[in-house]
Each structure stands twice: as C-alpha cells, then as structure tokens.
C-alpha cells in the first residue's frame, strides 16, 4: 500500500498544558516575589544566597545525572525551582560551601538516590534543611541584625517569642510588621514577608500548581492548636495570629507542604496531611528546642503520606442501593 | 442554568462556531465497505450473497439473538464482495459486505416497513450512539417491564469537539418530535428532558421550540465528560449508579437515548447514515451526513481535508475515539465523528515518572484513583488494580489529557482490563 502511514495510539489524542517544566515555572515564579522582599531586607545578600543555590543546584543536578546514568537536562526546570525554593530556608548570610552541601543533599537524597523525581518519598528541601540545620544549626540561625533604626530585638520573631515569652515577642513586633515585611524583621530569606509569599501562593492556586486543601489545612491546624493553648494559658503562649505570620508558615504552607510526590494525593488525605503539619509545627515551636517548627513540622507529616494516600474517595455509585422493582406494564404497548 | 451538574472532569474549550455549520450531505462513494460488528450488539449475519442486487434500505444482515439490531443497504446496488475477514478500527477480525452502489439512483428513500412498534428499532437496525454504540432494542428491552419516569434525550456532544448532535435540534425537529413521541407510547414515561448544551443560544432556542406537553428543556454546561451516561443520569436524576454489570439508568427510573437516535427512530426508516462532525483543525470544521459504509478517506476528501502522513486520524473525538491506522476504513454505525491531527499535533506519551500532583485524582469523574490503577496495571499487579476499582473506570481520558508528566494513564488502565478480562477467559 502507498497510502501516508498515520499513528495509532489510544486516546486521549489531545493533552493539557500541563507539565513538569510548568510547575517547576510556576514554582519558581511564585518565589519572586518572597525574593523581591527579601531583597529590600538584606540586600544583595539575598540574591547571593539564591543565585549560588539555583547555580550549584543545576551544576549538582547535572553531576548526579552523570553519576547515575541519566540523560542530562535541566528543561524541566526543577533544580531551579527547588534550588531557589531552597534558598528561602536560608539565612542571607549563609556561606557558599554551606548552600553548596545543601543543595548537594537536596539533589541526592531528595531526587537522584531514589531513580529520579517523584520516586522520592521524603521532600529534598526539608531532608537538606533537617541536615544542614543539625550539622550547622549555629550558620543555620545566623541571622542579620535587622537594618531599620528602632528596633527592639535583633532576633527573628520566634527565636523572640522562645528567649522572651509571647507578651515580649507580641510588642517587639506588631502583627501588620509581620504580616507585610518589614525592616524589623529578621529570619530566613523567605520568612521576611509573609503577604509576598502569599501573592506566590494566590499564583500557585490560581494556575492549579498546588491544591488550595494543603495550606488551607496547614492553616487550621497551626491556628487551631495555638488558639486552644493561648486560650488555656495565655502567659506561656503566642496568639494563633502570631504563629501564622511569625517565621515561615506561610512559605511552608503554599511552597514546601503541597510539594507533589511527598503529599497525600486525594482530598481527604490533604487534609488530614495540612492539619497535621499545622499542629506539627505549633508543637515543635512550642515545645522543642527549636523556635521554628515549620520545616520540621512539615517533613514529620509528610512521613504520614504513604499511610494518608489510603483515605480514598468514595467511588462513584458506590453508595447506590437497588429500588425494590416496580411491575409496571406500559398503555401504549 | 448555565451549570454543569458534574464533580470532576475537564472543562474543555468550546468552539460554538460548530453548531452554526449545516449537515452536508456527501455523496455516495464507488465502494460501501459495512462490516458486521456496528455496534457492542455482537456479530451479525449476512443475508446476501455476492452479485445480489439491493434495495436502498434492504436488510442485508441480521444479529441471531434477541433484541438486536440489523443491518441495511445504505444505496440501491450490487453485492460485489463478501470479505470473510476484514480488521475494523478496533482491530477486529470480522466479516464485512462490500456494496457497489449504483449511482443512477437515490440514497435511501424507501418507506417505513410496518411492524409492532416493540420490535421496530431491531427491525430498523436503531442503534443508541452512547460512548460505546448499542442496539435501541437492548436497551428498551431492559427499560421494558419497569418503571420509566423520565425518558432523557440527550443532545449534549460527547465531546466538545464534536457539534452533530447539537446541531441535529436545530435541523432535524420534525423527526426528533416523532422519536420522542414513539419512545413515550412505548415507555410511558412522566416526564422527558431534552439534554442540551446551555451556552450555545441557538440551540437552546431551537430546543425550547420542540418542548411542551411532558418534554421539558434541561440546558448543561457540557463539562467533559457531562455527556457520559452515569454523569448524565446524575445530572438529571440526582443519583449516581455503580459499575456493578447488570446496573443500568433503569435502576434509578430513567433511560437515556441520544439524539440522533431518537430522531432515526422517529424518521421510521431502516438507520443507514450518521450524522458526523468532521474536523481538521484551524477552522476546518464540517458537519456532514454520510452513508454507512463510506470511507473515511472519502469523507475527508469531500470536505477538503487531506491527512498528512505522521498525523492521526481520529474515529471520534480526541478524547476517547480510536485512531484508525487506514483512511480507507469505513464509517459504521460505531463512528462518533473524525477529527484529523497533523503530525506537529499528534502527542507521543512520556516515559517518564508519576509525580503524585493528585491533578488525576482531583479531575476523575468516577472519584477512582487513575495513577495508582493505571501504575498497577502497568506493573502487572492486576489484583490490585482490580481493588482499587479498575473496572469503574469509564475511559474518558481526563487523567491522561491532565497528567503533568504525560502518562498514557488510559492506556495502562485498558491494558490492565484487557489482561483480567483475557486471563479470565483463559481460565
């Protein structure tokens, strides 16, 4: 036959625009504008501490793709996003070499020792963080004194709220400081504006990146544990608002809890996955000696995905019962 | 009511400018190839023999069992072939009836055959053209002897890409009037809604025209796959039916035909065309009427479509029509429309890994859960899938259509079904 040959294939024929390389752009879009606030905190040490983190993740990527016998590319654009995603946990004074081993666990043990991305079952940025954060936890927390003039404590607002208690930590820095960014403000590079973070995270939703049930959930959880202890014992803990804009809540909500192949697939689970994280994270805060339990809030709940992907949604009809049959003989017939 | 009463499934984009395209009606080609599947009725058998000369609309096969439907030539002429085996789009091996039409005379013009209005539709060969194609009969006969409170017409395109049936409210009312009052002598039901897309206004308006007495207009926003029996049956019933065989929209007092079967139906003549949307992408968009049996290269030839090698060519829309590896394969009563892609179009699946974004899971109309049933299959681990509820699965394609990496998920779940259903068998 000289008929054209034509492709068989199973449908569907036509495809979304989805794609990894969409997400991981979206992602990285989406950490713009915590940059940008990050930026106007600390300077050009901000973009230093990013741009050797998005760098020397592509360059560890490529390493490891070499290593292990993968095609090497960069397309996708996830050791970007995950490399500037990364850099968020970071203070701006973080050293090269510093950023450079996180990265390098980022990209070992988050990605290429499991055969790849989404075969990963525990999220590479929180896996670095916990590393660097227990081999270093002196650089980890060595963060600048605020630049503005009147301030009151150089410390970042949870380290405040764990040496002075909330009364101390409330005056130091007023909620709408928190919440906008500010001057005053000190922490890691993502934790300076919580509304910056928040436009990233309207993108993120918006474009259906991530599903709007995680930080929703992480949002109840974290408020909700904190309210019942404030309303019990208002001297020893922070109001639930201070615990939602203090710190990283807000990156771990939009950008590290609903990271894909670490969190609960089904609604359900994502919201068991959310609240869990959220009160995770009030509990360390509160109770461990770390001041942030965002990031080790998240990683602990995420150990419960495999165990949350069983809360299935109910299949369609299954709650269907048989009507008892009706005899009936049709007039026209 | 510009809703869609639907959870999940894709909101497709929708071309409106398709149902402002009249039918064409293509000529007839030198040969009609008709083989004897037309639908999920079983095989049917030949009642000619070759160099028999045939009526337009004679009977030429019949299905042996009970409440099926026949087959008819579509033009008068002659039997020049009787292929024993000939391999359909689905790769069947079947038996098929070439007719050589004589051109001299018109297409199908004979007059109703007068018969028990019961035993019509197998008479007539009606099929209703669901997502899979069935015999009216069969599905009357299930509906017989119970209680049908709401007969559902339904005018909603399976696809988005596909504008027929839309298009057959506005041009074919007369017949679609008759279909339906047959259909209520036979079925007495309470009530009956005409199921059609809410955001085309002309169609709304046509269908408005035919409603009154018991026949009310029931307007959806067609959101992938809306157009599906189970979702159809939910949107207008407000239950929902298992996968369970035996389970029908019987069960929950309704019964669904479409369109273009209620209004062959009410045409009373034996069903030897279809009423197909024939797209070929920017803009080339037809609607046509066209005789069983044609080939879909001439099809594409009379609306000025040429396929280019590489591409694809869609029996159906994009989302769940077969691809057929010939242009010379017929139009069948199973034919859902043809969309043709050229090669830049045509999407090759990724080998590549799950990410766990739960898009699939979020989208499944039938709240299953695609990655894993179609990661089980993949694997060989049919029990699992099988708990996990493969066999729910109403083959839409959203998973696939959304996946980010670019799985072929549907394909991995028909594998998966293919294997129990094989093993089975075998057992």
């Known amino acids: 036959m000289n008929a054209p040959a034509f492709v068989v294939s199973a449908p569907p024929h036509v495809h979304s625009a989805y794609s990894v390389r969409r997400l991981m752009f979206a992602l990285f879009a989406s950490l713009l504008p915590a940059l940008a606030a990050a930026f106007w905190a600390f300077g050009l040490d901000a973009l230093r501490v990013a741009g050797i983190a998005v760098v020397s993740a592509g360059a560890w990527d490529l390493l490891l793709q070499r290593v292990f016998g993968k095609p090497l590319s960069l397309t996708d654009g996830s050791a970007a996003a995950y490399g500037l995603l990364f850099a968020m946990l970071l203070p701006a004074t973080a050293p090269w070499w510093l950023i450079a081993v996180g990265t390098l666990v980022l990209l070992l043990l988050g990605k290429h020792v499991y055969g790849g991305l989404g075969c990963n079952p525990f999220n590479g940025i929180l896996i670095a963080y916990a590393a660097l954060m227990l081999s270093y936890p002196g650089l980890m927390q060595d963060f600048p004194a605020p630049t503005a003039e009147d301030i009151m404590t150089e410390s970042a607002p949870l380290v405040e709220l764990k040496d002075k208690g909330p009364e101390d930590a409330a005056e130091a820095f007023p909620l709408a400081e928190l919440f906008f960014g500010s001057r005053k403000v000190t922490g890691a590079l993502g934790e300076i504006s919580p509304l910056a973070v928040l436009a990233g995270g309207i993108f993120l939703i ?23 202890f404030r309303f019990l014992d208002p001297e020893t803990y922070a109001s639930p608002l201070f615990h939602l804009l203090a710190g990283g809540a807000f990156l771990g909500a939009f950008m590290i809890a609903p990271d894909w192949p670490t969190s609960p697939v089904t609604r359900t689970g994502m919201l068991c996955y959310g609240l869990l994280a959220g009160a995770l994270t009030f509990a360390i805060r509160a109770w461990s000696q770390w001041p942030e339990g ?15 992907d069983r809360l299935r949604p109910t299949v369609f009809g299954a709650r269907f019962t048989r009507r008892r049959p009706v005899r009936h003989r049709p007039a026209g017939v | 009511m510009a809703l869609s009463r639907m959870r999940g499934g894709i909101a497709l984009p929708l071309a409106v400018e398709g149902f402002a395209r009249p039918f064409e009606t293509l000529p007839l080609p030198s040969r009609l190839i008709l083989p004897l599947i037309q639908d999920e009725g079983g095989l049917l058998e ?7 000369a045939v009526q337009a609309g004679q009977l030429i096969a019949e299905n042996p069992q009970p409440h099926r439907a026949s087959l008819h030539a579509p033009a008068a002429g002659k039997v020049v072939e009787i292929v024993s085996s000939f391999r359909d789009i689905l790769g069947r091996l079947v038996p098929a009836v070439v007719i050589e039409p004589d051109v001299s005379t018109q297409r199908d013009e004979s007059s109703a055959p007068e018969a028990d209005p019961a035993t019509l539709p197998t008479v007539l060969g009606m099929v209703d053209f669901d997502r899979r194609t069935q015999p009216l009969a069969a599905k009357l006969n299930d509906a017989a002897g119970r209680r049908i409170e709401t007969l559902i017409v339904n005018a909603l395109d399976q696809e988005p890409f596909l504008f027929s049936r839309g298009r057959l409210i506005l041009e074919e009312g007369q017949a679609l009037l008759q279909g339906i009052a047959s259909l209520q002598r036979l079925l007495s039901p309470a009530k009956t809604v005409l199921v059609v897309e809410s955001r085309v206004p002309a169609v709304r308006r046509a269908a408005a025209a035919l409603a009154g007495g018991a026949t009310h207009v029931f307007p959806l926003a067609n959101r992938y796959p809306q157009a599906a029996a189970r979702m159809l049956a939910r949107a207008v019933l407000g239950a929902e039916i298992p996968y369970t065989a035996g389970v029908t929209v019987a069960d929950i007092g309704g019964l669904i035909v479409d369109v273009e079967a209620v209004a062959a139906l009410g045409r009373g003549r034996p069903l030897t065309q279809r009423f197909l949307t024939v797209s070929g992408g920017r803009g080339n968009l037809h609607n046509v009427r066209v005789a069983l049996g044609t080939p879909i290269g001439r099809v594409l030839e009379c609306c000025g479509i040429a396929p280019a090698a590489g591409g694809k060519i869609i029996a159906g829309g994009p989302m769940s029509g077969p691809a057929a590896a010939d242009p010379g394969l017929p139009v069948t009563k199973e034919t859902a429309g043809i969309y043709v892609q050229g090669p830049a179009e045509v999407n090759r699946p990724a080998e590549a890994v799950c990410i766990k974004c739960g898009l699939c899971v979020e989208k499944c109309p039938m709240r299953l859960m695609p990655f894993l049933i179609a990661g089980f299959s993949e694997k060989n681990r049919f029990d699992e899938a ?27 779940i028909r594998f998966g079904k293919q294997q129990i259903l094989g093993r089975r068998k075998g057992a």
């Open chain 1, 206 to 228: 918006a474009t259906r990146t991530i599903p709007w049930v995680i930080p929703a959930a992480f949002f109840a959880g974290l408020a909700a544990l904190a309210g019942l």
């Open chain 2, 386 to 412: 099988e708990r996990y509820d493969l066999f729910a699965c109403i083959e839409c394609g959203c998973c696939a259509y959304l996946c980010p990496v670019g799985l072929p998920l549907l394909q991995f």
């Open chain 2, 46 to 52: 030949a009642r000619v023999k070759k160099n028999d």
């Open chain 1, 294 to 308: 965002t990031y080790f809030g998240v990683f602990l709940a995420s150990l419960a995905t495999p165990l949350l």
